[in-house]
């Protein structure tokens, strides 16, 4: 059983000393670590095959904002979206959905008064529960869908239990979602070369000799620290045998410009990142995860299983806590990792054939959701079990 894997049956118990400590002598750990190299080299073949045949799937069905809508004669005409709230009360500018993503026939409004008329609303979860805004009125328009809207993991999504049957779509970051759209997602380097023009998505740089011998070792930024959460019971245990240098909240202040871009220069100084969730579900992979990978340090992952994670990356893109036993033999093997640049490599070299995308918040969802409207024209089918469904 890996570490993770331990932690989250664990519940909000904590990591003990006694756990790491009961293994006796190096020889036996030199053992476990040599076996978890043989089979992590043994299996990549096999693996990344696996994985490419995967994300070829996976691409048919991604929801691919700059592939330009086939003509069917039913989305001729325009449908409208109104913005029930703008996410955490925040106001944004809405964007024009051609010019940004060439999606045809799209108009969105965030005006109340536009309700009658509109062809869907998106409401986001949040802001209903926490009382920033309550639902439109019912009776709802006829053949007019609703859309759940949650970027939230299901332990910090509250009171799902009131809206059975309430929505027509649900949008989230989860595969099985009717309108799915991810923190991030990898496209080959020839399809983005071809239909993005490279307009939105960004090619991944393969390795060189300063990308691998980075000065620093190992970086974390955390914001929301709680000390019943996995990843804070996972960093006390790391950091007895290894450096970690630790910014946001709980550690070191960081650029005065704290926006992703700010944290990804900042990660670039170093050869991995802690992409630690602050819950494990399915598919719940956040920016964290995609911050690293454009910054071109290898991510260090605690969140779902490592097979979830390889649905979004190749196997050897990432360093799951469930490939090892303890603490002690992951934080050897990053270590050993820094000393040897040729294994290093092999962390990075698939960067080459990949470009990366992040969905820009809200401006993408919005044209996204629209173009779902649209496809979906005349189905007004109810969300049932959707508390069941999302915390599955």
């Avoid at 019912?138 to 939230?152: G, H, L, S, T």
């Avoid at 990142?273 to 911050?291: G, M, P, V």
């Amino acid at each position: 059983m890996g570490v993770g894997a331990h932690w989250r049956a664990a519940g909000r118990s904590k990591i003990t000393a006694h756990r790491a400590d009961r293994r006796s002598g190096l020889s036996q750990q030199q053992k476990c670590y040599e076996l978890v190299l043989k089979s992590t080299c043994s299996s990549v073949c096999v693996v990344t095959v696996s994985f490419l045949l995967f994300l070829g799937v996976c691409l048919l069905y991604l929801p691919d904002p700059f592939t330009p809508e086939p003509f069917v004669y039913e989305q001729n005409r325009e449908v409208t979206l109104l913005i029930w709230t703008h996410p955490f009360g925040r106001y944004r500018k809405l964007p024009d959905c051609f010019a940004l993503y060439q999606i045809d026939g799209c108009s969105l409004t965030d005006d109340e008064r536009a309700y009658p008329q509109a062809d869907a609303v998106i409401v986001h979860h949040r802001d209903v529960v926490t009382g920033i805004a309550d639902l439109p009125l019912e009776p709802r328009p006829r053949a007019q869908k609703w859309i759940w809207m949650n970027y939230e993991s299901p332990a910090h999504t509250r009171r799902l239990w009131g809206f059975e049957g309430v929505y027509n779509l649900t949008m989230t970051y989860r595969t099985d979602s009717d309108i799915f759209l991810p923190y991030g997602y990898l496209l080959p380097r020839e399809r983005s070369a071809k239909d993005l023009q490279n307009r939105f998505a960004q090619p991944l740089r393969a390795p060189s000799r300063s990308h691998i011998l980075r000065p620093r070792l190992l970086a974390w930024v955390i914001s929301n620290w709680s000390e019943s959460h996995a990843r804070v019971t996972f960093y006390h245990q790391l950091r007895r045998y290894i450096q970690v240098d630790v910014f946001g909240r709980a550690g070191r202040p960081l650029p005065e410009d704290s926006g992703g871009s700010s944290v990804v220069r900042l990660v670039g100084r170093y050869q991995f990142y802690l992409a630690l969730e602050n819950s494990q579900h399915t598919d719940y992979i956040t920016e964290k995860l995609w911050n690293a990978v454009r910054a071109g340090a290898v991510p260090v992952v605690l969140g779902p299983s490592r097979q979830n994670y390889e649905r979004f990356l190749p196997p050897e893109a990432f360093i799951h806590v469930d490939d090892f036993p303890t603490v002690r033999v992951l934080a050897q093997y990053l270590l050993m990792l820094r000393r040897n640049p040729a294994r290093l490599r092999r962390h990075l070299d698939w960067r080459g054939s990949y470009s990366m995308h992040q969905p820009a918040f809200w401006a993408e969802h919005y044209c996204t959701a629209c173009r779902a409207v649209r496809r979906t024209r005349g189905r007004t089918d109810a969300v049932k079990d959707l508390t069941r469904w999302f915390h599955s």
